[in-house]
């Protein structure tokens, strides 16, 4: 008798998380502290980072935030960036989720609709065509976006810098750091279904407390799922006993 095929079951599709925020805001930290907590309820996770992720990607990464990037001018720059994203996505981030695996990425799509469109004045329709060849349905299941006054992001930008040269972004004055923050809470404000504003000040571990909070209301980790589900199976069991008693 032939021997039937056993069936293998898909694994789950993982969870896409972005962090976003102004510079000096912590999203690197934070990230790091996310994925140790959601690694210790045992969630396979990756992290990563835009522009970057892949090696190509990496090395558009050097001209956009180079000196280089002004000299090409912000639509230019915009395609860059969807180049970047595209070999990210494709070679990164969509295998990842398909795996079962929870993705960080820290920057997404939001930062383009930020640095280039609010701020760099870029054409709308030309983000929105770049999105939809770049990532397509491929939209976070949960946008973190640190918020702190902007005086303070650059205070702790130029800590962690300490004497190395700024970056063409943190070397931006006050006022492009503060419309830089407005347009991140603007977009949180237009998308409260995937966005949550978590408040950055304060040590580390506070803000890292308050994403995990925001994740396990947001996005049950799996390990947490099954603890509820068991704890209403046996709420269950214990009421049908009680019922027939």
Known sequence: MARMATKQRKPA???FITFEGGEGSGKST????????LE???VATLVTREPGGTPGAEALRHVVL????KLIGV?????LFAAARDDHVH???????????????DRFADSTRVYQGILGQVDPHLLDALERVTIG?????????????????LSRAAARRGTGAADRFEAEGAPFHERLRQAYLQIARDNPERCVVIDATGTPDDVADRI???VRERLAPPSERATKANAKTRANARTKARAGA
């Open 66 to 69: 180079s000196g280089m990037g």
């Open 137 to 153: 349905d491929l939209k976070p299941d949960l946008t973190l976006v640190l918020d702190l006054p902007a005086d303070v992001g």
């Open 30 to 37: 934070q990230i790091r502290k996310l994925a140790e907590r």
């Open 13 to 15: 599709r993982g969870r």
């Open 212 to 214: 995990w909070t925001t």
């Open 75 to 79: 639509e230019l720059e915009s395609l």
């Open 91 to 105: 070679r990164v981030i969509a295998p990842a989720l398909a795996a079962g695996t929870w993705v960080l990425c």
């Open 40 to 42: 210790a309820a045992h």
